[in-house]
């Protein structure tokens, strides 16, 4: 019986497109191989250092055997692989499989990191040196960073549902039957709960999470992703601090140390900026204002950051930032269109592809995830949390609300009372595809 093939498992064509789509948001090369490395898409986003490359016989089967030792290492390490291939460029693969039979592999990358951070050849150097024209393309490919690949390879794996989007149904199993009308959009980006009642099984020091994921967040330019995490370090603060200002204290030197590591220029700024506010800071601390406080903070390091990377290409997880910093707008498509110089269609077609959700569904969902925070934290006016938020009217504001939440603004306000008048149940916005960019 002949081996099944990727192709009897994957609709190309449409795998193709979800390819392109992530080209786009990473800039990175793109190809889907079967087992042997041979590709079965075409090719995207290739350099024109490895178009030359493939256009020999011989130095082409030498990416073809790369590319399918690295889409086997995948499976076997049951994560992407990262390497260097045979020409010196970095890679990674993530592996295809149809139940427990392996029938290819995604190869994303192309492009060179510094020397101290290269990871090891997948199969043996090629002598491919002393070919001027190859060298000097080979100056050309871009530049980038072994962190900034493993986010990449990161988000391919986020995509998982977008691939399995374009599985064949003939292929299915009893336990995945395929949607009647193709694959559903996904609940809208109510992603993170804010408890800020105690837990019941609470005994942790305040705050009991190491700042790991906080500054892989940062370090990876995924501004929503930092504001989710610290939502949730400032519910443990909240929850579990016996003095609040300590527990505050804690975070602000976390944020600090964070900075030290990934953006030190901004430290002593950061410091200045936290001592005036501590000198200032009251016994009983607003956990509505304290969030946004954090995320100034945030915020700073994030832009400290991305003035080290001056060579880096505005792309999607920017557009992702500035509704994560903006809350409060009413984004349209045709202004986020302006701005990364997308056409409309383009940018809808590509935010769905790599979030999960639509544009606007995606900017609702942080305006009303946001008044869910300024409902169970203030004695803001329903009225006034309207328009802060660039709801045109009270009413339609409301109906809104009620079509995310299933209560009205009241009634969130109402439920989110407590015995010691502290909110609970708040959700804050995170997207789930938390790196969106090589």
Known sequence: MAELGIGAVLDLGQLQKVLEDFSEATG????????????????????????????????????????????????????????????????????????????????????????????GYLTGLSSWHGDGQLEELYKQ?????????????????????SIEGVRLPKRLGPQHPLPASGTPERPLPRIVPVQVV???????????????????ALESEDLAGAYAEVSQLLDTVYAEAEDL???IARLEDQVVDIARDCAPRLVPHLSQMVERYRERRAASVNRYQMQLYFERLLGTVLDEILRGRPHRNRDLRDLLNDIARHPNRALSLTEAAAATHWSPGHLSKL????????????????RISRAELMLACTQMPVQRIATELDFNQ?????????????????????????????????????????????
């Open 28 to 119: 990175l090369a793109t190809v889907a191989v079967d087992t042997r490395g041979v590709p079965v898409t075409s090719v995207y986003a290739f350099t024109d250092f490895c178009r030359l490359m493939r256009s020999d016989p011989v130095r082409s089967k030498l990416c073809y055997g790369c590319d399918a030792h690295g889409g086997l290492q995948s499976l076997i390490e049951g994560a992407p692989h990262i390497y260097r291939c045979h020409s010196g460029l970095v890679d990674f693969s993530v592996p295809v499989t149809d139940g427990d039979k392996y029938v290819g592999a995604i190869l994303c990358g192309q492009v060179r990191v510094p020397e101290a951070e290269q990871p």
């Open 141 to 161: 490919v871009p530049e980038s960073n072994l962190r900034r690949v493993a986010a990449a390879a990161k988000t391919l794996l986020g995509l998982s549902e």
């Open 198 to 216: 105690p837990s019941p099984n609470a005994h942790r020091p305040a705050p009991a999470r190491p700042h790991g994921a906080l500054q892989a």
């Open 245 to 247: 200002r300590e527990g």
């Open 351 to 366: 935010f769905k592809s790599v979030t999960g959700y639509t544009f606007v569904s995606y900017v609702t969902a942080w």
């Open 394 to 438: 009270v009413n339609y504001f409301s109906r809104v609300f009620r079509a995310h939440t299933g209560v009205s603004p009241s009634e969130y306000r109402r439920r989110a009372s407590t015995r010691d008048g502290r909110p609970t149940g708040v959700s804050l916005p995170a997207h789930h595809n938390a790196l969106l960019r090589a």
